[in-house]
T-cell receptor
Framework: DQQVKQNSPSLSVQEGRISILNCDYT??????FLWYKKYPAEGPTFLIS?????DKNEDGRFTVFLNKSAKHLSLHIVPSQPGDSAVYFC????????FGTGTSLTVIP | NAGVTQTPKFQVLKTGQSMTLQCAQD?????MYWYRQDPGMGLRLIYY???????DKGEVPNGYNVSRLNKREFSLRLESAAPSQTSVYFC?????????????FGPGTRLTVL
């Protein structure tokens, strides 16, 4: 059973607007959450993370929010740029890494 | 993806053939992982190795074997390839401490089994 879920396979956003990518998880024991970005023909690269003791972490244009009671995290990209077009995976760690199925973001110039 | 290398980049096999995917890291980390990525399925863990000489099964180990002969290298072997093993395979290492660690990925091997 999928412990980390990304229910939106794709998302299109205009350049300059906000992109919001969502992720839900089922295991309350997860204590660290990450977002990865993947371009075609490349391996995933780490983007941003958040520990379970926080509810927000910012890094430049990227902010991750964690709602532990809802078992939900989201990635906000503001402003979105065409170079942000990629597949985004969320991940959670317990005794091992669990990845979501990915959301393909397209930023339209 | 400097630091984790994978060979080959592409491979086409016929059903029943065998092959070994190679992964090497120059970052001197203990933990190494093999994932497969399939459309709509995300990244699924096949096997991992917490340290030299140890290996453990992940979520989807059937049809695969692994070998961690030294700290630097972690190989994935398909003894008798099946079309269901057509996928993109990623090797990764774990960077960080305790629970707060990241996975650092190689560039991937795209495998097609006919």
């Amino acid at each position: 059973d999928q412990q980390v879920k990304q229910n939106s396979p794709s998302l299109s956003v205009q350049e300059g607007r906000i992109s919001i990518l969502n992720c839900d998880y089922t295991n309350s024991m997860f204590d660290y959450f990450l977002w990865y970005k993947k371009y075609p023909a490349e391996g995933p690269t780490f983007l941003i993370s958040i520990s379970s003791i926080k509810d927000k972490n910012e890094d430049g244009r990227f902010t991750v929010f964690l709602n532990k009671s809802a078992k939900h995290l989201s990635l906000h990209i503001v402003p979105s740029q065409p170079g942000d077009s990629a597949v985004y995976f969320c991940a959670a760690t317990g005794n091992q890494f669990y990845f979501g199925t990915g959301t393909s973001l397209t930023v339209i110039p | 993806n400097a630091g984790v290398t994978q060979t080959p980049k592409f491979q086409v096999l016929k059903t029943g053939q065998s092959m070994t995917l190679q992964c090497a890291q120059d970052m001197n980390h203990n933990s190494m992982y093999w994932y497969r990525q399939d459309p709509g399925m995300g990244l699924r863990l096949i096997y991992y190795s917490a340290s030299e000489g140890t290996t453990d099964k992940g979520e989807v180990p059937n049809g695969y074997n692994v070998s961690r002969l030294n700290k630097r290298e972690f190989s994935l072997r398909l003894e008798s390839a099946a079309p269901s093993q057509t996928s993109v395979y990623f090797c990764a290492i774990s960077i960080g401490q305790g629970s707060y660690n990241e996975q650092f990925f190689g560039p991937g091997t795209r495998l097609t089994v006919l």
